[in-house]
């Protein structure tokens, strides 16, 4: 059996995170929304990116869309090997840093 203090105590601090709780997945939903809307509007009057087209993405600058690249750690090379694309990371498109991915401004 669980003394009556601690039960009080127990019972109050579930009251508490409870409360804390749906308090922050309410606000995370409202926000959510209000970000969703004012994207939405912000997407209607904003002109395309000359950059990338509206798309969002274009082929990588540093490996040129091959994934790849050629790299050696010494300044006279021996042996160049070839590493995956520290820029677009293997995936050949890189997202633009014009308009931040997003196809407009």
Same mark, same amino acid.
């Given at each position: #059996? &669980?003394?009556?203090?601690?039960?009080? #105590?127990?019972?109050? *601090?579930?009251?508490?995170? @409870?409360?804390?709780?749906? /308090?922050? %997945?309410?606000? +995370? #939903?409202?926000? @959510?929304?209000?970000?969703?809307?004012?994207? =939405?509007?912000?997407?209607? *009057? *904003? +002109?395309?990116?000359?950059?990338?087209?509206?798309?969002?993405?274009?082929?990588?600058?540093?490996? =040129? =869309? !091959?994934?790849?690249?050629?790299?050696?750690? /010494? $300044?006279?090379? %021996?042996? &160049? !090997?070839?590493?995956?694309?520290?820029?677009?990371?293997? !995936?050949?498109?890189?997202?633009?840093? !014009?308009?931040?991915?997003? =196809?407009? $401004?």
């Amino acid at each position: #059996m &669980i003394p009556k203090p601690i039960r009080v #105590m127990g019972k109050t *601090a579930a009251v508490i995170f @409870g409360g804390l709780l749906t /308090l922050n %997945v309410v606000s +995370s #939903m409202a926000l @959510g929304g209000l970000r969703f809307v004012v994207e =939405g509007k912000r997407k209607k *009057a *904003a +002109s395309a990116c000359g950059v990338c087209r509206g798309k969002g993405f274009y082929i990588c600058k540093l490996c =040129g =869309g !091959n994934a790849s690249i050629k790299w050696s750690p /010494l $300044y006279d090379p %021996v042996c &160049i !090997n070839p590493c995956v694309c520290p820029t677009c990371d293997g !995936n050949r498109v890189q997202r633009c840093l !014009n308009c931040l991915g997003r =196809g407009y $401004y």
